[in-house]
């Protein structure tokens, strides 16, 4: 006999997302959550397909009426010189409200996530870390978790989703994870205050500008008069001549004028943070009684700011393959095929686009010159709508840029 139906490990969009679509089916769901909340996190732009996963959480009125949201109706290239290229306006490509996306206060949309889960019956546990799997006969049959006091206590259930980020509890515990060894990024970043925001429609834009060597800063106009902002390259090229952040950060904003100028009137209120940013994947999505969810799963650089949306996706996904899985009495790994298939099927799109992306030969502009039958693909890659045969643009993309082949497909681990 279980303790729980469900035992989820995260609380951040991946775990409570997939935890609320089970309670809303009636399912015992106990969430283990390491960090007190609300807690900082990363991730603060998300792309309009969000709209979708948020909708079946009924979350998006919640959010438009909240004051940690701005509202982002673009995306907008500037290169090396400052130039600004023609923004990228979503309502310009299609008509649905999911073409007015948001930007975030990460620890205020990840609490309302939480509180969106425990509002359905969901237990979270703050403080509590997972520690260990369990396992029972070859199957996971919960974790080993520490509470708020260290105190470790045996907690079963009869699936345990890993959400837990890029910590990637279960892929490390297990050992399966797989970088993809042409994106290992870093990234510097901090916030500003009162630092210059575009007018009108462009106000919540997020801005990707280029620095040599195929950088790129990201300009995110947050709630609060707050702006965003960070430089991701190679670690050779950040790091050349100093390791220290504010001066490998200050460096990169000097030879950025589109940049520079937009900071120019603000104030820095944070100091800066560093972090790599390693693709990576996980060998298997699933094992008996285990599935993975989220950065948990797969991480992918941020650049076209992928992560919340496929946390959210996979996550809702999770629920629903467990849900399934429960409701036919057998939770081995095959059950999660599927599952798997259908969450790399998404990453996979976004993966080979962020490879194009830091190819020195590649550009969005003189691509589409060459190919503009293809912007429709382009489009619904860079919103999210991810489950269609992009092989088409890949191979036009290839005359451009080399991708490299795929990470392991996510299959679930069968017994031996
Ligand atoms: C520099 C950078 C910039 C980014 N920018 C963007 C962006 O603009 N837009 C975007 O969409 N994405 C962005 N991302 C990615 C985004 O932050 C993540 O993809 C997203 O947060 C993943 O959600 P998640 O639920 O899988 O994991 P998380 O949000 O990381 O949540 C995991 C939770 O699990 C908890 N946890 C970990 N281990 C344990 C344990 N053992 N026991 C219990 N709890 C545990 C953690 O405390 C955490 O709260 C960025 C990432 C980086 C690094």
Same mark, same amino acid.
């Given at each position: 006999?279980?303790?729980?139906?469900?035992?989820?490990?995260?609380?951040?969009?991946?775990?409570?997302?997939?935890?609320?679509?089970?309670?809303?089916?009636?399912?015992?769901?106990?969430?283990?959550?390491?960090?007190?909340?609300?807690?900082?996190?990363?991730?603060?732009?998300?792309?309009?397909?969000?709209?979708?996963?948020?909708?079946?959480?009924?979350?998006?009125?919640?959010?438009?009426?909240?004051?940690?949201?701005?509202?982002?109706?673009?995306?907008?290239?500037?290169?090396?010189?400052?130039?600004?290229?023609?923004?990228?306006?979503?309502?310009?490509?299609?008509?649905?409200?999911?073409?007015?996306?948001?930007?975030?206060?990460?620890?205020?949309?990840?609490?309302?996530?939480?509180?969106?889960?425990?509002?359905?019956?969901?237990?979270?546990?703050?403080?509590?870390?997972?520690?260990?799997?369990?396992?029972?006969?070859?199957?996971?049959?919960?974790?080993?978790?520490? #509470?708020?006091?260290?105190?470790?206590?045996?907690?079963?259930?009869?699936?345990?989703?890993?959400?837990?980020?890029?910590?990637?509890?279960?892929?490390?515990?297990?050992?399966?994870?797989?970088?993809?060894?042409?994106?290992?990024?870093?990234?510097?970043?901090?916030?500003?205050?009162?630092?210059?925001?575009?007018?009108?429609?462009?106000?919540?834009?997020?801005?990707?500008?280029?620095?040599?060597?195929?950088?790129?800063?990201?300009?995110?106009?947050?709630? #609060?008069?707050?702006?965003?902002?960070?430089?991701?390259?190679?670690?050779?090229?950040?790091?050349?001549?100093?390791?220290?952040?504010?001066?490998?950060?200050?460096?990169?904003?000097?030879?950025?004028?589109?940049?520079?100028?937009?900071?120019?009137?603000?104030?820095?209120?944070?100091?800066?943070?560093?972090?790599?940013?390693?693709?990576?994947?996980?060998?298997?999505?699933?094992?008996?009684?285990?599935?993975?969810?989220?950065?948990?799963?797969?991480?992918?650089?941020?650049?076209?700011?992928?992560?919340?949306?496929?946390?959210?996706?996979?996550?809702?996904?999770?629920?629903?393959?467990?849900?399934?899985?429960?409701?036919?009495?057998?939770?081995?790994?095959?059950?999660?095929? *599927?599952?798997?298939?259908?969450?790399?099927?998404?990453?996979?799109?976004?993966?080979?686009?962020?490879?194009?992306?830091?190819?020195?030969?590649?550009?969005?502009?003189?691509?589409?010159?060459?190919?503009?039958?293809?912007?429709?693909?382009?489009?619904?890659?860079?919103?999210?709508?991810?489950?269609? *045969?992009? #092989?088409?643009?890949?191979?036009?993309?290839?005359?451009?840029?080399?991708?490299?082949?795929?990470?392991?497909?996510?299959?679930?681990?069968?017994?031996?």
């Amino acid at each position: 006999m279980k303790d729980h139906d469900v035992l989820v490990i995260g609380g951040g969009p991946a775990g409570s997302s997939a935890a609320a679509i089970l309670a809303e089916r009636g399912r015992d769901v106990l969430l283990l959550e390491r960090q007190p909340f609300p807690r900082y996190s990363i991730g603060e732009s998300l792309i309009p397909h969000c709209w979708f996963p948020l909708n079946r959480l009924g979350l998006v009125e919640k959010l438009d009426a909240s004051d940690f949201i701005v509202h982002k109706h673009s995306v907008q290239f500037i290169n090396t010189e400052g130039t600004r290229s023609t923004p990228f306006y979503f309502f310009e490509h299609y008509d649905h409200p999911s073409s007015r996306t948001w930007q975030v206060v990460r620890s205020e949309f990840d609490q309302l996530l939480l509180d969106n889960a425990c509002a359905k019956g969901v237990e979270a546990r703050l403080g509590w870390a997972a520690r260990d799997l369990l396992r029972e006969d070859g199957t996971v049959a919960g974790v080993v978790a520490s #509470d708020p006091d260290g105190k470790e206590h045996e907690l079963r259930a009869r699936v345990t989703i890993d959400a837990s980020g890029r910590d990637a509890f279960a892929q490390t515990t297990n050992r399966w994870r797989v970088m993809d060894e042409h994106l290992k990024k870093f990234a510097i970043w901090t916030y500003y205050k009162g630092a210059k925001r575009d007018p009108g429609v462009d106000e919540g834009a997020t801005t990707i500008a280029y620095v040599p060597e195929k950088g790129w800063f990201w300009y995110l106009p947050l709630a #609060d008069d707050v702006v965003s902002v960070g430089v991701v390259a190679d670690k050779d090229y950040l790091f050349r001549d100093t390791r220290d952040l504010q001066e490998v950060f200050d460096r990169e904003v000097a030879v950025q004028p589109w940049i520079e100028s937009h900071l120019a009137p603000g104030e820095q209120i944070r100091p800066c943070q560093v972090t790599s940013e390693f693709t990576y994947r996980s060998k298997h999505c699933a094992s008996d009684g285990l599935v993975l969810a989220g950065d948990a799963f797969s991480f992918l650089d941020p650049v076209f700011s992928s992560g919340v949306f496929l946390a959210l996706h996979s996550g809702v996904m999770a629920g629903d393959a467990v849900e399934a899985a429960l409701a036919e009495g057998d939770v081995s790994a095959a059950r999660f095929a *599927d599952y798997g298939a259908k969450v790399c099927e998404a990453i996979e799109a976004m993966r080979r686009l962020v490879h194009a992306f830091y190819d020195v030969a590649f550009s969005f502009g003189d691509f589409l010159k060459v190919h503009p039958e293809m912007r429709k693909e382009v489009t619904d890659c860079l919103i999210g709508d991810l489950h269609k *045969d992009f #092989d088409p643009l890949f191979e036009a993309v290839g005359e451009f840029a080399a991708i490299p082949g795929p990470l392991p497909h996510g299959k679930p681990l069968e017994r031996a």
